[in-house]
């Protein structure tokens, strides 16, 4: 999977200790956030259009996430998983090839 | 990763990935944006130091982490001292701190926690010499307690403890210029960057570990939740604060001044095409823009004045 994480997001597990004597002595980090989907937070999603892309990656330099990853034919892509869906790359597209379409379930 | 050769040589900034998504910042948030070129810019071999402020949340709750290099939380007004004695043990015990392949050992600190609560432990920091970097990620106010002001929140900006209206004033005093009090401690690197000019960014990144010293870096990262603007409109605001002289980049070195606009011969947009953007400068009256209008570009010719006798 050539996702931006990789190996890493499938990797991620829930860590919840079931008693004390499972907690580390001091406050180290266990886990990263790749576990937390945020996408669900988002109202409206962006949708590439492959036809108007001009692989610039703008949008790539501008995902706060970072949630937007380069594919193996050299597209930008965007990992729905954690997409907040702020909307930053379809405003700094130069030709517009992404747009914001509400998401219905 | 499979990513083809030709299409990272065409990359503006390092492939390299290592601020994990999943953390809880705001939709659009600035300040993830800066730490995510942070660590685009040094890699694992850093150690974050972030004092009580939006990046806490966004580092991660325990167990997890945002960062894929070490992170140290701190108390509030200590980012500072706490920089200046990581490095003083790593070179205790032998590291190599700055320069091309040493450890960075990096304060990531807000506006309120630099400006206002953090700037004795800054100065001392400073005025020691550590061989450490100091980021101050302006975002104008204090954002992760709710939208309080901080002494670096603009001229004419609605917060929640200045809300405008009859009985009540909006923020009448202008934003404090940090850069000056750090530079006015002759260090060898200060900068002033932006989150809409990353290459920009990372330049300075790259040239602040290369100095031996301490080094600053005051960086603009818009806060659509606290300014009351579309989550889409972060990189154009900050972009905009550029272009208006609300922000200007530039550089000081070694006692020279160096402006980094991106087009040093225009003359700055008005100020309005900054304000209109965002809901935090709404209540503001026509004199209230002139103020602002007068004080950016004051501020703007100063500035040049001090390229042109210092350059």
Not at chain 1, 32 to 57: A, H, Q
Not at chain 2, 114 to 131: C, P
Request: proline share 6%; net charge positive; hydrophobic share 40%.
């Amino acid at each position: 999977m050539n996702t931006l994480f990789g190996k890493a997001k499938e990797e991620a597990r829930v860590i919840s200790p079931k008693s004390v004597d499972e907690y580390p002595e001091a406050p180290i980090t266990l886990g990263t956030t790749l576990v937390n989907f945020t996408g669900d937070w988002r109202t409206f999603m962006p949708v590439i259009d492959e036809s108007k892309c001009v692989k610039c990656y703008i949008c790539w330099k501008f995902c706060p996430e970072p949630a937007i990853y380069i594919k193996e034919d050299g597209f930008v892509a965007i990992d729905y998983d954690y997409c907040k869906g702020c909307g930053i790359c379809a405003n700094e597209c130069p030709t517009k090839a992404i747009t914001m379409v509400r998401e219905e379930k | 990763m499979e990513v083809p050769e030709d299409v990272k040589r065409r990359l503006t900034l390092p492939f390299e990935e290592n601020f994990f998504a999943g953390h809880t910042a705001c939709q659009g948030c600035g300040a993830s944006l800066g730490l995510r070129y942070v660590l685009k810019a040094y890699g694992r071999k850093t150690i974050l130091v972030i004092p009580a402020c939006c990046s806490t949340i966004i580092a991660g709750p325990w167990p997890y982490s945002a960062l894929n290099a070490n992170l140290f939380h701190t108390a509030f007004e200590t980012t500072g001292a706490v920089i200046s004695g990581i490095e003083a043990a790593l070179k205790a015990l032998g590291y190599k701190v700055k320069g091309e392949d040493g450890i960075m050992v990096v304060g990531w600190a807000g506006d309120g926690g630099t400006a206002d609560i953090g700037l004795q432990a800054l100065s001392g920091f400073l005025e020691r010499g550590h061989d450490a970097l100091y980021i101050m990620y302006d975002n104008e106010a204090y954002m992760n307690t709710g939208i309080q002001r901080s002494s670096s929140t603009p001229y004419g900006a609605w917060t929640t403890n200045t809300p405008g209206g009859k009985r009540h004033f909006l923020e009448k005093r202008h934003k404090k210029k940090v850069i000056d009090i750090v530079i006015a401690h002759r260090i060898p690197y200060a900068a002033t960057a932006s989150v809409a000019y990353p290459e920009d960014f990372l330049r300075k990144l790259k040239k602040a570990q290369k100095i031996p010293g301490p080094s600053f870096i005051q960086l603009f990262a818009p806060c659509p939740t606290g300014w009351r603007a579309p989550t889409d409109k972060t990189i154009e605001i900050a972009r905009l604060a550029v272009q208006t002289a609300y922000f200007p980049l530039f550089e000081y070195e070694n006692g020279k001044y160096k402006i980094n606009m991106p087009n040093p011969k225009k003359e700055p947009k008005p100020i309005e095409e900054f304000l209109k953007l965002q809901g935090r400068f709404k209540y503001m009256t026509k004199e209230d823009i002139e103020v602002l209008q007068k004080w950016v570009l004051e501020e703007w010719e100063r500035l040049k004045k001090l390229a042109e006798v210092f350059g």
